[in-house]
């Protein structure tokens, strides 16, 4: 059993940056990939990144590529998403996944094994 803690979402301008996090807790956290997904009001939930167990493997929507950038801390059970060059397109309620098989975020992104319960970023104009 996997809990996920989302925090670090806030009102920014566009064209700054934020750094999300992701908390876990159980032992079992690096053997899990995580992954990073968003939703806007109105709008489906989107895939953002995901990465690997290890860390040495990373996968991003093309929206966010070269902006966003996954990460994780397996001795502090934290996954990380930093984001710059923030615009307003951005704005979405963030959530963390883990799932036992990093492939699932490139064949079915959305099917996974944990959720969190989001945390909330907002891009000004």
């Known amino acids: 059993q996997v809990q996920l803690v989302e925090s670090g979402g806030a009102l920014v301008q566009a064209g700054g940056s934020l750094r999300l996090s992701c908390a876990a807790s159980?032992?079992?956290?690096?053997?899990?990939?995580m992954g990073w997904f968003r939703q806007a009001p109105g709008k489906e939930r989107e895939f953002v990144a995901a990465?690997?167990?290890?860390?040495?493997?990373?996968y991003y929507a093309a929206s966010v590529k070269g902006r966003f950038t996954i990460s994780r801390d397996n001795a502090k059970n934290t996954v990380y998403l930093q984001m710059n060059s923030l615009k307003p397109e951005d704005t979405a309620v963030y959530y963390c996944?883990?799932?036992?098989?990093?492939?699932?975020?490139?064949?079915?992104?959305?099917?996974?094994?944990?959720w969190g319960q989001g945390t909330q970023v907002t891009v000004s104009s």
């Open positions: 996944s883990a799932d036992s098989d990093y492939t699932d975020y490139v064949v079915r992104p959305g099917r996974h094994d944990y």
């Open positions: 990465i690997n167990w290890y860390g040495s493997t990373t």
């Open positions: 159980g032992r079992t956290f690096s053997s899990y990939a």
